[in-house]
């Protein structure tokens, strides 16, 4: 059994996994009421929480501790505090049950995890509050083919429903007001190649509300409209590239229920397989580490408590998808 910890930003996720089947999801996200997250408060929110996901993990998965036999966690990308409280829950752990680590990329693991619903060799929107790209493997790596020049598209839509005053996540409320829009309002359309931008539309949009000229459903129905086009335009972009036949969803963002009706839509219209994994394992969670790790550690990679190597194990906040040598495919 692997067991898998996140700790990039504000969840604090743990999962069990034996031979590709999931055995406990448990997490714990830190969330604020005003503004956005402050990475020294995530932290202390993680290190509050981490014996306590641990104890409910193995209750979930009911097996005792010493039924693991490795621990993976998220190396980067992430929020240097919050990566950090991870690392040190990582190392304590291993050491006191005497297995070895796994260090995972986070990214990745979002796009192997897509495996359990079926996909092989997909091109991945990946679009979370932090990250937005269009990964696939080719040439020996995944690959990033297109991302955001600047925000996320999920801090994006947090910092509008910020500034509408409607709380954070602003995802699932946009969501819900832009299925009452009728109107749409025409916004910046900013796509280049395979790469999205969300900052100019983020002004633009805030402009619009100030003039109280347009309703926040209108516009929330137009945000969504306008840059879900973007982020299938550029998949569609990315799988006439590629060649490869699969889309495959994943990030928080993928939650949304007209993102994935437009990916649908796309991928009939070329043919292309669509592939969605259950909401859980869509946000971030410990399971995808956890599934990473096992295929990781089923081909050798580890690292042994004790060693040189455990040493010198280090978080890396600013870790590239296309940096990762990939020894499992
Ligand atoms: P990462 O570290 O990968 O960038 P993250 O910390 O931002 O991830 P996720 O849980 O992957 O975390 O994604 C969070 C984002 O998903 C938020 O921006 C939130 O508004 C959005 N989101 C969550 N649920 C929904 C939903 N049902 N509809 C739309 N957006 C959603
Ligand atoms: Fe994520």
């Given at each position: ?197 969300f900052s100019g539309i983020l002004t633009n949009l805030k402009q619009k509300l100030d003039s109280s000229k347009y309703k926040l459903t209108d516009l929330s129905f137009s945000l969504q409209e306008t840059v879900f086009a973007m982020l299938v335009e550029a998949s569609e972009r990315a799988l006439a590239h590629t ?43 410990g399971v995808m580490i956890a599934y990473l790790g096992e295929i990781m550690f089923k081909k050798g990679i580890k690292i042994e408590p004790k060693t040189k190597k455990f040493g010198e194990l280090d978080i890396l906040p600013r870790q590239r998808t296309d940096d990762i040598k990939i020894m499992w495919r």
């Amino acid at each position: 059994m692997i067991l898998g910890i996140e700790s990039t930003a504000h969840t604090f996720g743990i999962g069990i996994v034996k031979n590709g089947k999931i055995l406990a999801n448990v997490k714990d996200s830190y969330t604020t009421q005003k503004g956005g997250i402050i990475p020294i408060e995530a932290r202390k929110h993680h290190a509050k929480v981490a014996n306590s996901m641990y104890e409910k993990a193995l209750k979930e998965a009911r097996i005792s501790e010493d039924k693991i036999k490795a621990i993976a966690f998220s190396q980067g990308p992430g929020l240097p505090p919050c990566l950090l409280e991870g690392l040190k829950f990582t190392k304590q752990l291993s050491s006191k049950l005497k297995v070895p680590v796994i260090p995972v990329n986070h990214c990745i693991a979002h796009l192997e995890i897509g495996r359990l619903t079926g996909s092989k060799d997909p091109v991945m929107l990946y679009v979370s509050g932090a990250n937005t790209q269009i990964i696939a493997f080719a040439g020996g790596k995944y690959r990033i083919f297109g991302e955001t020049l600047d925000i996320g598209v999920g801090n994006f839509i947090d910092t509008f429903a910020r500034y509408a005053g409607i709380g954070f996540p602003g995802g699932p409320k946009i969501s819900e007001l832009a299925k009452k829009g009728k109107k749409y309002i025409p916004l910046p359309y900013s796509i280049k190649g395979m790469d999205v931008s969300f900052s100019g539309i983020l002004t633009n949009l805030k402009q619009k509300l100030d003039s109280s000229k347009y309703k926040l459903t209108d516009l929330s129905f137009s945000l969504q409209e306008t840059v879900f086009a973007m982020l299938v335009e550029a998949s569609e972009r990315a799988l006439a590239h590629t060649g490869k036949e699969e889309l495959l969803l994943g990030g928080g963002v993928a939650c949304n229920s007209r993102l994935q009706e437009m990916c649908k839509i796309m991928c009939k219209e070329r043919k292309a397989k669509y592939f969605c994994p259950h909401q859980s394992l869509l946000v971030d969670n410990g399971v995808m580490i956890a599934y990473l790790g096992e295929i990781m550690f089923k081909k050798g990679i580890k690292i042994e408590p004790k060693t040189k190597k455990f040493g010198e194990l280090d978080i890396l906040p600013r870790q590239r998808t296309d940096d990762i040598k990939i020894m499992w495919r």
